[in-house]
């Protein structure tokens, strides 16, 4: 069963609550890995490794395995000179705000579970709640 | 009888002559013995005759390199390791590898050029420069003379490469900060500004006087635009003109996918050598080339389809390599221990690409173009490879990435290392 699914179905989130669920990873299918292929891999490479001053590794950083919601809106809004574990990268992260809630949620539980991250799940309903703020 | 001896008088004076001859040249070049190379040419892949060695090694992001007269090598640090931005290594005992390692300049940067008794050095945003000794050294290491100020620094694209020609004036790259100049840079989709602003203060090459302090824009010379990024540039001394090489514009297929494959977006656009001359503008972020069509071809930002081509024409260049490779290094051989072939010709130390993914990754080379009259005169090929390791190319696990050339005074041809620091040296033996 799909991760999004199992956490949406029959349970309302309200608040802050919902995004401090650490439900852990388990290996199942990864629909975010899709994604991850169509919108991360030419700056964040097959490996998560990102491209050196350019674009920021996603392995072994609190900006991925930290605070989900500061990780949604990275995504959302996009990121620009900010120093990535003291590490400057030139290279701009676009915002993708086109992405569905819960593509956004897959790639997300994909990325924080891939190249050796180990990380909770991030779930469609806790990217609609930041999306609600950030607009 | 007689006429046999008057040979054998006219041929012991042709032989001494020519005995006489020789001396004269050889005392006049001063010939050093060429250091041993590397057991394994230092891991590289080089033509018949050619070997190397690693001269120095875990010096920083050494981006680029000057090479003095007296075969000392100053090294500009992408960013300042101890403190230090510029590094000045030696070899004492002349076995080739450096053996004093000093430095200086807290700041870190690309430029490193030595002309005319003077060291030029820049940051991201500041041109220096340092006189020189008799023997090329910086005596006064904490004064430079400030030339520049004040250029764009905005992340993107912030390598200040400069090179001089002989009119003392320096040549200064300002890279625009886009990739193609969208309302929301690298966004899929985003469509490009309309009359890019970011043409009035970069995307293109200034011209300043080499010996006046304190200069900024307005005492500069506007003098190419539509230049996106150049990191590698040199004057080219046999067609007395600037040639540069320009880093073209990453990922058509992400952000144009339905006009490009990835396959297109991995070799599309070309990486362009252009030759410059006051007033050019080679079209960015409007068109870029495509090296298959073997035109220029209007940006998907400015209503492209990677059909289209533009009303207005702009700079054709005068070599088109494969896409993404990321020239970083320029370099026109004037010396003599080379064969012939390689006289006047270019040397580019491509940095390797990362944006051909799905497709593999490629680059990680110097490569060479032969030029005769100024003008390329072949095909361009692979001169030396292996830097990145033979196995894994990508942008992270590449062990070594060639960034700047620089020419020893006898003619050997060194290359520096971004990612460990390695500085090589290639060397030619005649058989």
Redesign the interface.
Same mark, same amino acid.
């Given at each position: 069963m799909p991760f999004g699914l199992l956490l949406t179905s029959g349970k309302k989130y309200s608040s802050e609550e919902n995004l401090k669920t650490t439900l852990p990873f388990q290996k199942a299918t990864l629909p975010g890995e899709k994604v991850y +292929?169509k919108?991360c !891999?030419?700056?964040h490479? /097959?490996?998560g %490794? %990102?491209? /050196?001053?350019? @674009?920021p $590794?996603l392995i072994n950083t609190s900006f991925v395995l930290g605070d989900k919601e500061q990780l949604i809106k990275i995504v959302l809004n %996009?990121l +620009? @000179?900010t120093k990535i574990e003291e590490k400057?990268?030139? @290279? $701009?992260? /676009? $915002?993708l705000k !086109?992405l569905k809630d819960q593509e956004i949620a897959d790639v997300l539980t994909y990325v924080r579970n891939s190249f050796g991250n180990k990380a909770s799940v991030v779930t469609a309903a806790e990217v609609k709640l930041v999306r609600s703020k950030v607009k | 009888m007689k006429k046999n001896i008057l040979i054998s008088v006219l041929l012991l004076s042709a032989a001494i002559f020519a005995i006489f001859s020789f001396t004269k040249i050889s005392s006049s070049t001063k010939i050093i013995p060429l250091p041993k190379a590397d057991i394994d040419n230092a891991g590289l892949t080089l033509p018949a005759g050619f070997s190397a060695l690693i001269v120095a090694d875990n010096t920083g992001e050494a981006r680029h390199l000057a090479v003095t007269k007296e075969g000392d090598i100053y090294v500009k640090l992408g960013s300042a390791k101890d403190g230090k931005g510029i590094l000045f290594l030696q070899d004492e005992n002349k076995d080739g590898k450096v053996d004093k390692q000093s430095g200086f300049g807290d700041y870190g940067g690309t430029g490193m050029y030595v002309k005319d008794g003077y060291l030029y050095a820049s940051s991201n945003t500041d041109v220096y420069r340092y006189k020189l000794n008799d023997k090329d050294e910086v005596a006064d290491q904490n004064n430079p003379e400030k030339i520049i100020s004040g250029l764009l620094d905005r992340g993107e694209h912030n390598s200040k490469s400069v090179t001089l020609d002989n009119d003392g004036n320096i040549y200064v790259n300002i890279g625009a900060y886009s990739n193609s100049c969208q309302e929301s840079d690298r966004t899929p989709g985003s469509l490009g500004m309309k009359g890019c602003p970011i043409l009035d203060s970069a995307g293109g090459i200034w011209q300043f006087k080499a010996d006046k302090a304190n200069q900024t824009y307005g005492d500069g010379v506007h003098y190419a635009s539509g230049l996106r990024n150049i990191v590698g540039l040199d004057w080219n001394q046999k067609d007395n003109a600037l040639f540069v090489m320009q880093h073209g514009r990453d990922q058509l297929h992400d952000l144009f996918p339905k006009y490009y494959t990835t396959k297109q977006s991995a070799i599309l656009p070309a990486e362009c050598m252009y030759e410059i001359h006051k007033g050019d503008n080679a079209g960015w972020p409007y068109i870029y080339y495509d090296q298959i069509q073997k035109k220029q071809i209007l940006m998907p930002e400015y209503g492209g389809d990677g059909k289209k081509t533009a009303d207005k024409k702009y700079l054709d260049p005068v070599v088109a390599f494969p896409g993404h490779l990321a020239p970083n290094g320029l370099l026109f051989y004037t010396g003599n221990q080379f064969p012939e072939k390689y006289k006047n010709g270019a040397f580019i130390a491509f940095h390797g690409s990362w944006n051909r993914s799905p497709e593999p990754q490629a680059g990680y080379f110097v490569a060479f173009v032969p030029f005769k009259d100024g003008k390329p005169s072949g095909k361009w090929e692979i001169f030396a490879n292996g830097f990145a390791g033979q196995k894994n190319l990508s942008p992270g696990s590449a062990k070594h990435r060639p960034c700047g050339l620089a020419q020893g005074p006898d003619g050997s041809l060194y290359v520096s290392d971004d990612s460990k620091g390695t500085i090589y040296r290639i060397m030619y033996q005649k058989k």
């Open positions: +292929k919108y !891999i030419s700056c490479q /097959p490996d %490794g %990102g491209v /050196p001053h350019m @674009n $590794p %996009g +620009k @000179n400057a990268y030139t @290279n $701009p992260m /676009p $915002p !086109i | -």
